[in-house]
């Protein structure tokens, strides 16, 4: 049982993620990052508790003491994580269908994210700005859907690096008989193209390199659309979902 199910029943118990370091010994100062949420937002007092957790798969329970301090009540491993580690692989996309993937990615279990850019991509390039909102988005969705981990999202690679071991490319316009996703064994990555889909050229590098082709079936879906469903797929055929 998580810290978060052992927990005071009468009210909300807050969770945050705060850096690791900040969560040793027995008792410590709130930390910084999450002050003006505690204290001016929420209103937290003292003798209230929390959960903290450190973004790599332990949280902390605490109580909140005169001055700004933490004690520790209990220590332990969270339990809001899939035992499937799903990684999804996603083109760059326009607008703001990365932040949907982002979030309600996070919130379905998808351990990380993989941004590539390919042949069709519209938006070619990231910025550093952009990185640093979808990495809030997935820690803010990561405390609200109690997961013990914050998805890990990095800067965009070429599409050529994403064709790892383990990997299913999701083919909407499949011509040559490809398995539906859900009549394999749950893969650990998902390669998702862009609003255009994949090149002929890109295909074939993927076969090349080993990579298994599936389908979600007739439908096409729109581009942000897909990371959810395939992860919703997996995450139900490995036991973790629904």
Known sequence: MGLAAAGTARVTLHRFFVEPAELIGDAFPLPASIDHQVTRVLRLRDGEELLLLDGLGAEVLCRLEPGGRLRV????????????????????????????????????GVAAFRLFVSERCVVRQLSPGRLDRLKA??????????????????????????????????????????????????????????????????????????????????????????????????????????
């Not at 799903?86 to 607008?95: R, S, V, Y």
């Not at 074939?204 to 439908?219: D, K, N, S, V």
């Open 73 to 108: 009540v209990a220590r332990g491993e969270s339990s809001g994580e899939p035992h499937h580690r799903l990684t999804i692989c996603q083109a760059l996309l326009k607008g703001d269908g990365l932040e949907r993937v982002v979030q309600q990615g996070t919130e379905l």
């Open 137 to 242: 988005i997935a820690r803010e969705s990561a405390e609200q859907s109690e997961r013990g981990v914050v998805p890990e999202i990095d800067p965009p690679v070429p599409f050529a690096s994403v064709l790892g071991p383990g990997g299913v490319l999701l083919f909407e316009r499949a011509q040559g008989g490809e398995p539906r996703l859900s009549a394999l064994e749950p893969p650990t990555s998902l390669i998702i193209g862009p609003e255009g889909g994949f090149s002929p050229a890109e295909v074939e590098a993927a076969r090349q390199a080993g990579i298994q082709m599936a389908t979600l079936g007739p439908r096409i879906l729109r581009a942000e659309s897909v990371a959810l469903a395939a992860a919703a797929v997996v995450l139900s055929r490995a036991g973790d979902f629904a």
